[in-house]
């Protein structure tokens, strides 16, 4: 069976001031459908960038994406715009990706009427279940987003990401601004919609321990490439890469 998404060879650079930086030199990766790919690698190692470029944030020097079937890099217009709610992004700031002074709500409808659920009851009784989904009480549909705390507006990030029924979604670094307790909660969350709903996932940190705790296999990047793919349980107990082993060296023990 075909994967979900394969990401072949993409490469990228960024000329700043005069110097020219590769980003990304031929990455390659798969995530089969209902699959969490957990993406770790130190700051700088190109993560953001393969995140944006899969999102048609930003465009790619060189390489190819297969998403559902589909040559993702060439879609345009209103298939593009279509096919986007099948991959769905979380970010690290949920304020920065919406309006704070909107209600829950409002930031929930506007996907679900994107995505042409036309009737505004039938949109009402969506969000109840999103919220619910998310773990947030329906009466939140009415609270101005600023109002919530962090956690919740990460929860309220990841149930507009799930409105319009991606296949796959994408978070980078979605809980590494989060208190160690709300974190735990958020990934335990993830951890069960995954379950529950099959969604796939390209989870991206600096965090080996915050991949480790939702990912089935775990890829490594440094300096722009990927170093080393593996189960999850197999790249944290035997680190194959210099990289790798950096990053497990870098996870604080409680003993
Ligand atoms: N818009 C940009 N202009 C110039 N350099 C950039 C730009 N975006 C990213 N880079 C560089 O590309 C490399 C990878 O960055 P990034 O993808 O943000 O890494 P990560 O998310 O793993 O921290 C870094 O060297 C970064 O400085
Ligand atoms: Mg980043």
């Known amino acids: 069976m075909s994967p979900l998404l394969s990401i072949e060879n993409i490469s990228k650079g960024f000329s700043s001031s005069g110097r020219r930086v590769v980003a990304l030199d031929k990455v390659s990766l798969a995530i089969a459908a209902g699959e969490t790919l957990g993406l770790v690698g130190a700051s700088g190692s190109g993560k953001s960038t393969l995140s944006r470029i899969l999102l048609r944030l930003l465009s790619c020097d060189a390489g190819a994406i297969r998403f559902e079937g589909e040559d993702w890099l060439t879609l345009k217009g209103a298939?593009?715009?279509?096919?986007?709610?099948?991959?769905?992004m979380v970010f690290q700031d949920p304020l920065a990706a919406f309006n704070p002074l909107a209600n829950v709500g409002t930031v929930l409808d506007d996907p679900l009427r994107i995505h042409g659920v036309a009737s505004k009851?039938?949109?009402?009784?969506e969000i109840a279940?999103?919220?619910?989904?998310?773990?947030?009480?329906?009466?939140?549909?009415?609270?101005p987003v600023r109002a919530l705390s962090g956690g919740q507006r990460q929860r309220v990030a990841i149930?507009?990401?799930?409105?319009?029924?991606?296949?796959?979604?994408?978070?980078?670094?979605?809980?590494?601004a989060l208190d160690v307790t709300v974190r735990g909660r958020i990934l335990e969350l993830l951890v069960d919609l995954q379950k529950q709903q099959g969604i796939a996932c390209l989870f991206i940190s600096h965090d080996l321990a915050v991949v480790r705790a939702v990912?089935?296999?775990?890829?490594?990047?440094?300096g722009g490439r990927v170093v080393e793919t593996g189960p999850a349980a197999t790249v944290v107990a035997a680190p194959q890469s210099e990289a790798a082993r950096a990053l497990v060296a870098?996870?604080?023990r409680l003993w």
């Not at 999103?130 to 609270?143: F, I, K, N, T």
């Not at 149930?159 to 296949?167: D, F, G, L």
């Open 215 to 222: 990912s089935h296999r775990i890829a490594v990047m440094d």
């Open 79 to 88: 298939a593009l715009r279509r096919r986007r709610a099948r991959m769905q």
């Open 250 to 252: 870098a996870v604080p």
């Open 159 to 176: 149930a507009r990401a799930i409105a319009t029924r991606p296949s796959l979604l994408v978070l980078d670094e979605a809980v590494s």
């Open 121 to 125: 009851h039938r949109r009402a009784g």
């Open 129 to 143: 279940t999103l919220l619910e989904h998310v773990g947030l009480p329906a009466e939140y549909a009415c609270r």
